[in-house]
T-cell receptor, first 118, second 112 residues
Framework: KAGVTQTPRYLIKTRGQQVTLSCSPISGHRSVSWYQQTPGQGLQFLFEYFSETQRNKGNFPGRFSGRQFSNSRSEMNVSTLELGDSALYLC?????????????????FGPGTRLTVL | KNQVEQSPQSLIILEGKNCTLQCNYTVSPFSNLRWYKQDTGRGPVSLTI?????NTKSNGRYTATLDADTKQSSLHITASQLSDSASYICVVSEVGDYKLSFGAGTTVTVRA
């Protein structure tokens, strides 16, 4: 199976612009999560989509939004870019795993989109 | 507030040596704990996932331990290789698995 793919891999924008990032999950995975990773803050959760519905949301301003399509592909949009939005944006698709003791979602990360805001 | 603390922040080891990374958490109710390896410029890759009933799990030269009573986990790297140079991230999940708490990571540098 192909892994999680993200496009574009690199992006340079200027302050005030908006950007749309795309994520294609592993075939059969219905959950997609987005994360922002910066050197100082580590991985921070943005939001999660499942079957086209936002199921969970982190503590980011409304400038960060997302959506999921019927084929599970997801897009993330950032409007009115700020310098502090420069980061690696990671997408992860999830597969539900059921063991003898517990159920959990195993996440598979994409390579990320490196966004630089000038 | 659920927190995950990792130590050390970074370490340098010689090729062939062993090292141990630590992860302490306050996440409750606890569901599972994961260790990820992230190479520079790439997405994290899962090394191990442990539920509350497991106290050790291995993946090749990587061995993770979990003490759910003290809320501590460790990742031991045996006979390190240059390719082990990466950031290692501890992630803890609450029951329901909808909320993950991430550690800041430990950066490991293996030198020849």
């Amino acid at each position: 199976k192909a892994g999680v793919t993200q496009t574009p891999r690199y992006l340079i924008k200027t302050r005030g612009q908006q950007v749309t990032l795309s994520c294609s999950p592993i075939s059969g995975h219905r959950s997609v999560s987005w994360y922002q990773q910066t050197p100082g803050q580590g991985l921070q959760f943005l939001f999660e989509y499942f079957s086209e519905t936002q199921r969970n949301k982190g503590n980011f301003p409304g400038r960060f939004s997302g959506r999921q399509f019927s084929n599970s592909r997801s897009e993330m949009n950032v409007s009115t870019l700020e310098l502090g939005d420069s980061a690696l944006y990671l997408c992860a698709s999830s597969l539900s795993v059921l063991t003898d003791s517990i159920a959990y979602n195993e996440q598979f990360f994409g390579p990320g989109t490196r966004l630089t805001v000038l | 507030k659920n927190q995950v603390e990792q130590s050390p922040q970074s370490l340098i080891i010689l090729e062939g040596k062993n090292c141990t990374l630590q992860c302490n958490y306050t996440v409750s109710p606890f569901s599972n704990l994961r260790w990820y390896k992230q190479d520079t410029g790439r997405g994290p890759v899962s090394l191990t996932i442990m539920t509350f009933s497991e106290n050790t799990k291995s993946n090749g030269r990587y061995t993770a331990t979990l003490d759910a009573d003290t809320k501590q986990s460790s990742l031991h790297i045996t006979a390190s290789q240059l390719s082990d140079s990466a950031s290692y991230i501890c992630v803890v999940s609450e029951v329901g698995d909808y909320k993950l708490s991430f550690g800041a990571g430990t950066t490991v540098t293996v030198r020849a």
